[in-house]
C-alpha cells in the first residue's frame, strides 16, 4: 500500500525540558518504520522548539536531520545547556533571598535565573548552523525548498501576557485568538532560547524589545498553530506520561510535599496539560463533524490526529539518575527535596546528564515501534 502524501502533515512537539530527549528517539523509530516522513508543517514550543528548530534548519533528507537530533542529545551534558558552576549557584541564591527578605532595600547586580544558559546559545548556533548574530540561513532554505514550507515555535510575552506563534512560512496568513497570535518573519536563535525559557530556573530571552518565556505558560492551544498553517493530519509528541488510575492513586510523598514536588505538579499543570485537553477538543470537534452536515460545521475540517507520549514514568527514571549530576547543582535540587518524592518530574526536566538522555531516546524508539498501528493510521489512504 502507497504511503499517502506528506504535503498537510505537520509534526508538533510540546515543552518538558531534557524530556524533549524522548522525542529524537520517538521521531528516530518513526523514521525507521516509515523512511519517506518529512512534514511539511514543523513547531515545537519550549524544549520542542530546539528539536524543531534543528530539524527545520538542517540540510539533507528528513531522516539524516533526526539522526542529527538523536546523536545531539546523546552528547548533551548539563554544563552544554547551563553553567553549573558552585559559586555561582549559590550566588544567585544568597542576592535572591536576600532582596527577598529586605522588600527589595537591598540593591546590587539582578537576579534573572538561578542558573546562566548562554551555553545554550552557543548549542544552538553550532546545532543550527546559525550566523554569530543569531540568524539561521538554513530556516529560510528549507521553506523555499518546501522542506519544510512552514516552521512555527511559540513564546510567552511577558511585556504583553500574550502567547506569541513565531512563523516563518510560504503563504502564511496571520492569525489573532484571544491572549495568542502570530508573528511572521525569520526565526532566529533568540525566539528559540525565549520559547525554551523555562521560569526561575532559565532567564527570560529579549527578543524585538520586549521578553518572553517559555511558550508553554500561555498556550491554551498548542496544536493551533499547527491547524492554522493548514495541516490535516497531525503527529503530536508529548513528554507527560499519564499515569494508571491505580498509580495515580498511589502518593508520591509521604510527608508533607517537598517544594520539588509542588513545583513538579506546577510545571506539569502549566507546561504540559494543555496538550492532552487540546487533544480532547479536537476529538470532539471530530465527532461532531461525524453527526452534524449542518452549516454550523462550515468553518470547521475534520483532523487526524496521532498523539504519542511515553510508555514509563519519566520523574522515576530521573531518580534513578539523580546521583549523577553535578555536585554543586545536585546539593540545589536536593535542597528543594528531590529525594523526597518517588515521581520526581522537576527533575526530569533539568536532568541534561548523557545516561539519562540516553535512556529517554531509547525508550523513544522503543514507543514508535509499540506505537506503529496508530503511527500508521497517518499515512494509510483512506
Not at 527577598?100 to 538561578?114: D, F, Y
Amino acid at each position: 500500500m502507497l504511503p499517502r502524501a506528506t504535503g498537510d502533515l505537520a509534526l508538533v512537539m510540546g515543552g518538558g525540558g531534557a524530556r524533549a530527549a524522548y522525542q529524537a528517539g520517538l521521531l528516530r523509530g518513526l523514521v525507521r518504520l516509515h523512511p519517506e516522513f518529512a512534514p511539511s508543517i514543523v513547531t515545537g514550543v519550549s524544549a520542542g522548539a530546539i528539536n524543531a528548530a534543528c530539524l527545520a534548519s538542517r540540510a539533507g533528507p528528513f531522516g539524516e536531520r533526526v539522526e542529527f537530533l538523536v546523536e545531539l542529545w546523546k552528547s548533551l551534558s548539563t554544563e552544554q545547556v547551563f553553567r553549573v558552576d558552585g559559586r555561582v549557584l549559590a550566588a544567585n541564591a544568597v542576592r535572591a533571598g536576600m532582596k527577598l527578605v529586605s522588600g527589595g532595600a537591598i540593591h546590587g547586580p539582578k537576579v534573572r535565573a538561578l542558573v546562566d544558559t548562554a551555553p545554550l546559545r552557543e548549542l544552538l548556533l553550532r546545532a543550527c548552523e546559525a550566523a554569530p548574530d543569531g540568524s539561521i540561513p538554513g530556516i529560510e532554505r528549507n521553506v523555499a525548498a518546501g522542506t519544510p514550507r512552514a516552521f512555527a515555535i511559540t513564546a510567552a510575552s511577558y511585556s504583553t501576557g500574550q502567547s506569541i506563534t513565531f512563523v516563518q512560512g510560504r503563504g502564511v496568513e496571520p492569525w489573532t485568538r484571544a491572549q495568542r497570535r502570530s508573528v511572521l518573519g525569520p526565526i532566529t536563535v533568540d525566539h528559540v532560547m525565549a520559547s525554551a525559557a523555562l521560569p526561575i530556573f532559565f532567564p527570560a530571552i529579549e527578543v524585538g524589545g520586549r521578553w518572553y518565556g517559555d511558550g508553554g505558560m500561555r498556550l491554551t492551544a498548542p496544536l493551533s498553530p499547527a491547524v492554522h498553517l493548514g495541516a490535516r493530519r497531525i503527529l503530536a509528541i508529548s513528554t507527560r506520561y499519564v499515569r494508571t488510575q491505580e498509580e495515580a492513586d498511589r502518593a508520591l510523598v509521604d510527608a508533607y510535599p517537598p517544594p520539588a514536588q509542588v513545583l513538579g505538579v506546577l510545571f506539569n499543570s502549566v507546561f504540559l496539560d494543555q496538550f492532552d485537553a487540546d487533544a480532547q477538543a479536537m476529538e470532539r470537534i471530530n465527532a461532531l463533524l461525524a453527526t452534524s452536515s449542518g452549516t454550523n460545521a462550515a468553518d470547521l475540517r475534520r483532523l487526524e490526529l496521532c498523539l504519542l507520549r511515553p510508555s514509563r514514568d519519566l520523574g522515576r527514571l530521573a531518580n534513578e539518575h539523580e546521583p549523577a549530576l553535578p555536585r554543586a547543582f545536585r546539593f540545589m535540587t536536593r535542597g528543594l527535596g528531590t529525594r523526597e518524592t518517588r515521581s520526581n518530574d522537576l527533575l526530569s526536566l533539568i536532568m541534561f546528564q548523557p545516561d539519562y538522555l540516553t535512556r529517554l531516546i531509547e525508550l523513544g524508539e522503543q514507543d514508535a515501534a509499540r506505537c506503529g498501528d496508530a503511527i500508521d493510521t497517518l499515512f494509510t489512504p483512506t
